[in-house]
């Protein structure tokens, strides 16, 4: 099944570093952009940073300066290293992928990973 799925979430101290890991499966012909939102408890989903194929990027005010988006075209594959972490950075952090190309015909659009749990303690 083609689909986005997250890896390296957990539990870090303030001031600590976590890298998160998203990888899409499967006879990929292309994926356009792709990126990392997150949904703290009782709030709404926020994007955290994108990235375009090309590289281009976007990040978010409140993480700017800490965080950084990567990715791998030949691993079908988006990173994000999380430095400087604070309490509030405390999140379910899900991947984004807004159109895949495979070999199973019609391209996929706006597909989500599962989520990964980030727990920043203070």
């Known amino acids: 099944q083609v689909q986005p799925v997250e890896s390296g979430g957990g539990l870090v101290q303030a001031g600590g570093s976590l890298r998160l890991s998203c990888a899409v499966s499967?006879?990929?012909?292309?994926?356009?952009?792709m990126g990392w939102y997150r949904q703290a408890p009782g709030k709404q989903r926020e994007m955290v940073a994108t990235?375009?194929?090309?590289?281009?990027?976007i990040i978010a005010n409140s993480v700017k300066g800490r965080f950084t988006i990567s990715r791998d075209n030949a691993k079908n594959t988006v990173y994000l290293q999380m430095n400087s972490l604070k309490p509030e950075d405390t999140a379910v952090y899900y991947c984004?992928?807004?159109?895949?190309?495979?070999?199973?015909?019609?391209?996929?659009?706006?597909?989500w990973g599962q989520g990964t749990q980030v727990t920043v303690s203070s």
């Open positions: 984004h992928v807004d159109r895949i190309s495979y070999g199973g015909g019609t391209p996929l659009f706006n597909q």
């Open positions: 499967g006879v990929i012909f292309n994926i356009n952009a």
């Open positions: 990235i375009t194929r090309g590289g281009s990027t």
